[in-house]
């Protein structure tokens, strides 16, 4: 195994796709020559050339467009905006085409694509680069919504959902992209989308989190189990949609108590549909009322107020142990 971070894990996703299927295709702004923003593409119009790599004007809506006229060709696109927030350029050919084809037609087409979307603040970047919006998408009937969290699961979970036969919107953590190295096997895997996992047991309480508020979540994991001696379970959903109810609802049931976690803004956030599914799975197991760990009802804020605006592991600590007091 290698050790790398996820922008060099999602680079060999993108990597193993192009070389072992020649539908896929990878298009974008700036995608090709200067091999993407943050560098997901670096090597690949080198490799696979300008048919198979492609940079496209600054047009999102022309972007998600071209690539929907792609898969109903036969090819597999994987089209990527440089910020989720420049997404709203393109929320008609998204909702409108991508999610409704397969119903549309009956099933006589599917829409097998990846939208891949740069995420989340912690990087202090100007207006519409920080927004976390994954609940619009997940809203959404006829798409997928997946967001990984560390190296190796994004790799996997980029070259499923490639692989996919109906439309993914893949949203990477930008905070993590360089924050951390993990092992990456050489040879391709892939994890099941709709499937999350447990990555730490416990028995007092259950965190559930995503993306980049996996790390936060886990150190605050940390310190519960050792300032306190408190027994832990952490979730990471992987994916937002569908959600894995069944390992949400059965970990609860155990631990009696939950905390939701997540950096969006609260109101109809993902952390809210968390929760309605533990109440109508798991009500009679719990212990506490179940508490949200979230960004708040306002836009991102500037520079100066984004550590504030994001969750970190004092915010969930402590409401970890308000659950548990209760």
């Known amino acids: 195994m290698a050790s790398m971070n996820m922008v060099t894990a999602l680079n060999m996703a993108l990597d193993d796709a192009l070389r072992t299927d020649e539908a896929v295709v990878v298009l974008g702004q700036d995608v090709g020559q200067d091999e993407g923003v943050f560098r997901v593409t670096a090597d690949l119009l080198k490799r696979y050339g300008e048919k198979r790599v492609i940079d496209t004007p600054l047009a999102e809506a022309a972007i998600v467009g071209g690539a929907v006229g792609l898969a109903l060709y036969g090819l597999k696109p994987v089209a990527e905006m440089q910020f989720s927030g420049f997404s709203y350029q393109a929320f008609h050919q998204i909702e409108q085409h991508v999610a409704r084809f397969r119903n549309r037609t009956q099933s006589r087409f599917s829409m097998p694509m990846v939208i891949r979307m740069p995420y989340g603040g912690g990087i202090r970047a100007l207006e519409h680069h920080s927004e976390s919006r994954e609940a619009y998408f997940a809203h959404t009937p006829g798409l997928q ?17 490639i692989r996919h036969p109906d439309p993914v919107i893949f949203f990477e953590p930008k905070a993590t992209y360089r924050a951390f190295k993990e092992e990456v096997p050489e040879e391709p895997e892939t994890m099941p989308l709709g499937k999350a996992q447990v990555v730490r047991e416990g028995s007092n309480i259950t965190l559930i989190a995503y993306g980049a508020m996996m790390r936060p979540t886990l150190e605050a994991a ?12 952490v979730i990471d959903l992987l994916t937002v949609s569908p959600l894995d109810t069944e390992t949400i609802t059965n970990s609860v049931a155990k631990t009696g108590r939950a905390v939701v976690v997540h950096e969006g803004p609260r109101t109809c956030g993902i952390g809210a549909e968390v929760v309605a599914r533990i109440v ?31 969750p970190g592991a004092d915010r969930i600590s402590q409401a970890a ?3 548990l007091a209760f």
Not at 148 to 159: D, E, G, V
Not at 225 to 232: H, L, N, P
Not at 286 to 310: I, K
């Open 145 to 161: 919504m997946v967001i990984p969290s560390t190296p190796r699961n994004a790799r996997a979970l980029l070259l499923e959902s």
């Open 222 to 233: 940390d310190d519960l189990s050792e300032s306190a001696g408190v027994s832990v379970e």
């Open 280 to 310: 109508e799975k798991s009500l009679l197991y719990l212990e506490a009322p179940v508490r949200r760990v979230t960004g708040f009802d306002v836009q991102f804020p500037y520079f100066a107020r984004e550590r504030a605006f994001l």
């Open 321 to 323: 142990r308000e659950v």
